[in-house]
T-cell receptor, first 113, second 110 residues
Framework: EAQVTQNPRYLITVTGKKLTVTCSQN?????MSWYRQDPGLGLRQIYY???????DKGDVPEGYKVSRKEKRNFPLILESPSPNQTSLYFC????????????FGSGTQLSVL | LAKTTQPISMDSYEGQEVNITCSHN???????ITWYQQFPSQGPRFIIQ???TKVTNEVASLFIPADRKSSTLSLPRVSLSDTAVYYC???????????FGPGTRLSVLP
């Protein structure tokens, strides 16, 4: 089954404790992206990647890192989480072509205390 | 990616047809129009895509006028389960990034 898998689904942590949210897709998609969603602010893009070893900042990249060493994986790293990074995070992927369709993961609800 | 404008919210009643219009005045020749649906605490999911005229699938219809500067998502006979946020995205071609606008929050009332 074609899917984007995020882990964990829920995460509670404390300020300053490094964490990684994993994202994996099994559709051989070139494009992958991370979004965060906060009440009233919609989906805001954090980072995206057009292919392996190619990443770029989205609208809200501060405090986040990403890597794209393999085509299927696109982890989101918070080196020193802060309470303002408490949010619902989504990973997405798509193929490249004239009719791309994004596939989203189930989301990761992160709480930073 | 072409900038899009949608109504922030809409209300409807069960059984009615709902039409949500998206404006995209600077759409490019190669751009497709794609609509996504998002339920609370879930990731958006693709519902329909089109280039011109009319597209219909089992979930919705998409109407695109000849000038392609707008598009209308039509949901026939909505139910309570259609309560969601609907996003319109316009873009195409290899290398495009995907940035979401605020979407349209549809509330279906009994």
């Amino acid at each position: 089954e074609a899917q984007v898998t995020q882990n964990p689904r829920y995460l509670i942590t404390v300020t300053g404790k490094k964490l990684t949210v994993t994202c994996s897709q099994n559709m051989n998609h070139e494009y992958m992206s991370w979004y965060r969603q906060d009440p009233g602010l919609g989906l805001r893009q954090i980072y995206y990647s057009m292919n392996v070893e190619v990443t770029d900042k989205g609208d809200v990249p501060e405090g986040y890192k990403v890597s794209r060493k393999e085509k299927r994986n696109f982890p989101l790293i918070l080196e020193s989480p802060s309470p303002n990074q408490t949010s619902l995070y989504f990973c997405a992927s798509c193929s490249t072509g004239v009719d791309e369709k994004l596939f989203f993961g189930s989301g990761t609800q992160l709480s930073v205390l | 990616l072409a900038k899009t404008t949608q109504p922030i919210s809409m209300d409807s009643y069960e059984g009615q047809e709902v039409n949500i219009t998206c404006s995209h005045n600077n759409i490019a020749t190669n751009d497709y129009i794609t609509w996504y649906q998002q339920f609370p605490s879930q990731g958006p999911r693709f519902i329909i895509q089109g280039y011109k005229t009319k597209v219909t699938n089992e979930v919705a219809s998409l109407f695109i006028p000849a000038d392609r500067k707008s598009s209308t998502l039509s949901l026939p006979r909505v139910s309570l389960s259609d309560t969601a946020v609907y996003y319109c995205l316009v873009g195409a071609d290899y290398g495009q990034n995907f940035v979401f606008g605020p979407g349209t929050r549809l509330s279906v009332l009994p």
